[in-house]
């Protein structure tokens, strides 16, 4: 009977041992694979709770994914199997080698999404890495209760270690926008030209810099350089006194930061390409989108200029209450009452052409 017992002992131990391995190998494929998407998903969002948040009610299967719904099934599990947690264990053991067998062929196929390795999501990854292994130390007793808990709060754990790592990030970055404040107001000799709406932000950009390129030493944001930090690192690493033009580009969210762009950039030259709805739900309301993108206006100085489009309903009321050195363009000559400063005429658009081509003309 003793020996029947400790034999009975033995198999059930190797047993055990011999799931948590497999389990755990399974478990970390696939943990690795939900970092890294939510890294990635943080990063494109800019690390702003706003955007994430505004995403999440669009796509709510972000956070309350099928992997949660099976996990919180498990949590609810576990207080009814108590008598016999070997059974309970099992489930969950098949739960993670279903989980981690979908990762790995995600893998196979490629379709596993990586953030872009930046300093600040080498930091990010990390503190989060670190961590994660830290807890699965320190709970490895109970091992696959603390795997399903886990499951469920590995988005608020996440955003967690964001809020961590943003601590030095914001002494970082106050320093290098006051350090690229400085630069630029050494530049005497430097036009910096702003362009900011709700559409046709990057196209303005490379057209202008297309035309003042071609007879003066011009300098333009690089493509998806549109935010506070961005202009700022662009200012401190390839700007210097050669470069008569800075074309712009100045990115919006919310109230307050183009204004914060433009007390880095100091713009000569304010260009409002248009207005509609775009991220309506982070700015809250119309009027705070029309606010938003006015303030790159009231950043000019009292000699500076600024340009308006004269098609877009909202750009035409800003035009109408701006009393600095302003034009306005369009498609036609006038523009209600208004005589447009700059229009395009001889529009043609060919049968196979992708765009159609336009010639323009100024008012004297």
Same mark, same amino acid.
């Given at each position: 009977?003793? $020996?029947?017992? @400790?034999? *009975?002992? @033995?198999?059930?131990?190797?047993?055990?041992?011999?799931?948590?391995?497999? =389990?755990?190998?399974?478990?970390?494929?696939?943990?690795?694979?939900?970092?890294?998407?939510?890294?990635?998903?943080?990063?494109?969002? !800019?690390?702003?709770?706003?955007?994430?948040?505004?995403?999440?009610?669009?796509? &709510?299967?972000?956070?309350?994914?099928?992997?949660?719904?099976?996990?919180?099934?498990?949590?609810?599990?576990?207080?009814?199997?108590?008598?016999?947690?070997?059974?309970?264990?099992?489930?969950?053991?098949?739960?993670?080698?279903?989980?981690?067998?979908?990762?790995?062929?995600?893998?196979?196929?490629?379709?596993?999404?990586?953030?872009?390795?930046?300093?600040?999501?080498?930091?990010?990854? #990390?503190?989060?890495?670190?961590?994660?292994?830290?807890?699965?130390?320190?709970?490895?007793? /109970?091992?696959?209760?603390?795997?399903?808990?886990? !499951?469920?709060?590995?988005?608020?754990?996440?955003?967690?270690?964001?809020?961590?790592?943003?601590?030095?990030?914001?002494?970082?970055?106050?320093?290098?926008?006051?350090?690229?404040?400085?630069?630029?107001?050494?530049?005497?000799? #430097?036009?910096?030209?702003? $362009?900011?709406?709700?559409?046709?932000?990057?196209?303005?950009? !490379?057209?202008?810099?297309?035309?003042?390129?071609?007879?003066?030493?011009?300098?333009?944001?690089?493509?998806?350089? /549109? =935010?506070?930090?961005?202009?700022?690192?662009?200012?401190?690493?390839?700007?210097?006194?050669?470069?008569?033009?800075?074309?712009?580009?100045?990115?919006?969210?919310?109230?307050?930061?183009?204004?914060?762009?433009?007390?880095?950039?100091?713009?000569?030259?304010?260009? #409002?390409?248009?207005?509609? &709805?775009? *991220?309506?739900? #982070?700015?809250?309301?119309?009027?705070?989108?029309?606010?938003?993108?006015?303030?790159?206006?009231?950043?000019?100085?009292?000699?500076?200029?600024?340009?308006?489009?004269?098609?877009?309903?909202?750009?035409?009321?800003?035009?109408?209450?701006?009393?600095?050195?302003?034009?306005?363009?369009?498609?036609?000559?006038?523009?209600?009452?208004?005589?447009?400063?700059?229009?395009?005429?001889?529009?043609? $658009?060919?049968?196979?052409?992708?765009?159609?081509?336009?010639?323009?003309?100024?008012?004297?």
């Amino acid at each position: 009977m003793a $020996i029947n017992y @400790i034999n *009975h002992c @033995i198999e059930t131990r190797t047993y055990f041992f011999a799931l948590l391995g497999i =389990t755990l190998l399974f478990w970390f494929i696939h943990f690795v694979r939900r970092t890294m998407f939510f890294l990635y998903f943080w990063q494109i969002k !800019e690390y702003r709770t706003d955007r994430f948040i505004e995403e999440v009610k669009r796509r &709510k299967k972000i956070v309350f994914s099928k992997f949660s719904f099976l996990a919180l099934l498990a949590f609810l599990l576990y207080f009814v199997s108590t008598q016999d947690s070997s059974i309970w264990i099992s489930i969950v053991a098949l739960l993670y080698a279903i989980f981690g067998t979908y990762s790995i062929f995600l893998l196979l196929r490629r379709k596993w999404t990586f953030p872009r390795f930046t300093k600040k999501m080498l930091l990010f990854l #990390l503190l989060t890495l670190g961590l994660e292994f830290f807890l699965l130390w320190r709970f490895s007793s /109970n091992f696959f209760l603390f795997i399903v808990v886990f !499951e469920l709060l590995l988005p608020v754990f996440i955003f967690l270690c964001l809020q961590i790592i943003q601590i030095p990030v914001i002494f970082a970055k106050r320093r290098i926008i006051n350090k690229a404040k400085a630069k630029i107001k050494k530049l005497s000799g #430097l036009t910096t030209i702003g $362009i900011t709406g709700s559409y046709g932000k990057t196209s303005t950009k !490379e057209i202008l810099f297309a035309l003042l390129s071609q007879k003066n030493e011009t300098i333009k944001t690089n493509v998806h350089v /549109n =935010t506070e930090m961005g202009v700022a690192q662009t200012v401190l690493k390839f700007l210097d006194k050669k470069y008569k033009f800075f074309v712009c580009e100045m990115a919006a969210y919310k109230k307050g930061e183009v204004k914060a762009i433009s007390n880095i950039v100091q713009p000569k030259i304010g260009i #409002l390409t248009g207005i509609n &709805k775009q *991220h309506l739900a #982070l700015f809250g309301s119309q009027d705070n989108i029309i606010q938003a993108k006015y303030e790159l206006i009231e950043a000019l100085p009292k000699d500076g200029l600024a340009v308006f489009n004269g098609d877009n309903k909202y750009c035409l009321e800003l035009y109408k209450k701006t009393n600095k050195p302003k034009m306005i363009y369009g498609l036609q000559e006038k523009i209600g009452s208004i005589n447009s400063d700059i229009w395009a005429e001889n529009i043609k $658009i060919e049968k196979d052409a992708k765009i159609g081509r336009a010639s323009c003309r100024e008012r004297v």
